[in-house]
């Protein structure tokens, strides 16, 4: 893709003193509904895919695209999904810690290099670097975003088809302005964070 930096520099380097390196990254952190998304994803050896960016930087067609790359290239991956009910009892940073710990876990090992996008998971038995934008700079860090992304709105856009009142298929549960205005009408679902404020539409 023209323009994009090639990821994977800093990966390899990484790789000189480990057996893999493995990505973690999540998605929908910010939303008012809908899971909290994390994936993991181990790579043994960086292939070079110029696609294979900061999921924010991709469409939802060119994720999709990527996707299919990403997962022919030999990597190992594990998604971890916290719901609204734990958010809501522990909060929304400590959902996310938890998550990227179970998926980071079950693919780490002692020689491993784990990355994750600026939250720190604690002691994973093997190295762990947080960067802030490690997502753009990391080839690791945004397949997982992909991979995280991809499966998140599969699950938002199969809500919004089972009650389309919220239109999540649109806006996969982030505080949109119609989002909010259907919370104004009908109040929030199970589904919803409770524990997460939004400004209504007729403030």
């Excluded at 952190?29 to 895919?49: Q, W």
């Excluded at 998926?103 to 947080?130: E, F, M, Q």
Aim: aromatic letters at 4%; a positive charge.
């Amino acid at each position: 893709m023209p323009g994009r930096v090639v990821l994977g520099a800093r990966d390899r380097r990484l790789l000189a003193d480990a057996d893999a390196v493995i990505g973690v990254d999540e998605v929908g952190r910010g939303a008012l509904a809908g899971p909290v998304v994390v994936c993991a994803a181990r790579f043994e050896t960086i292939p070079v895919d110029d696609g294979v960016q900061d999921s924010k930087q991709l469409t939802a067609r060119q994720r999709e695209e990527t996707l299919g790359r990403v997962l022919r290239m030999g990597a190992r991956w594990a998604i971890c999904e916290i719901g609204p009910e734990v958010i809501d009892r522990i909060n929304i940073l400590e959902a996310t810690r938890l998550a990227m710990r179970a998926a980071a876990l079950s693919l780490a090992g002692r020689s491993s290099v784990v990355v994750t996008d600026h939250v720190d998971p604690g002691d994973l038995g093997c190295r762990v670097i947080s960067p802030t934008r490690a997502d753009r700079d990391y080839f690791c860090v945004a397949a997982a975003s992909i991979i995280a992304k991809v499966h998140r709105d599969r699950i938002m856009i199969l809500m919004g088809r089972r009650d389309p009142r919220w239109g999540w298929q649109c806006n996969k549960g982030y505080g949109t302005t119609a989002h909010r205005a259907a919370l104004d009408r009908w109040g929030p679902t199970s589904s919803h964070r409770l524990s997460f404020s939004w400004t209504s539409v007729r403030a």
